[in-house]
């Protein structure tokens, strides 16, 4: 991945839901439905390596 924050509708992609799935977890108003989406998810946020996602500014948000 670049070096850039990934998009909600990147994610989304990556973690195989739609985007505004993904924005209801996000909100709070949807439960993630499975433990390999959660999975997904973290490795997609965060890296295999553990670390945090990084723009040019900073952690990505």
């Known amino acids: 991945m670049g070096g850039g924050p990934l998009s909600q509708v ?9 985007e505004s799935r ?4 996000e909100r ?14 973290a490795e997609v ?6 670390r945090l996602r990084r723009d040019r500014r900073g952690l990505s948000r």
Request: aromatic content about 0%; hydrophobic content about 40%.
């Open 10 to 18: 990147v994610v989304a992609g990556l973690v195989g839901r739609s």
């Open 22 to 25: 993904l924005s209801r977890v």
């Open 28 to 41: 709070g108003r949807r439960s993630i439905d499975s433990h390999s989406v959660l999975l997904r998810l």
């Open 45 to 50: 946020i965060v890296g295999r390596d553990g």
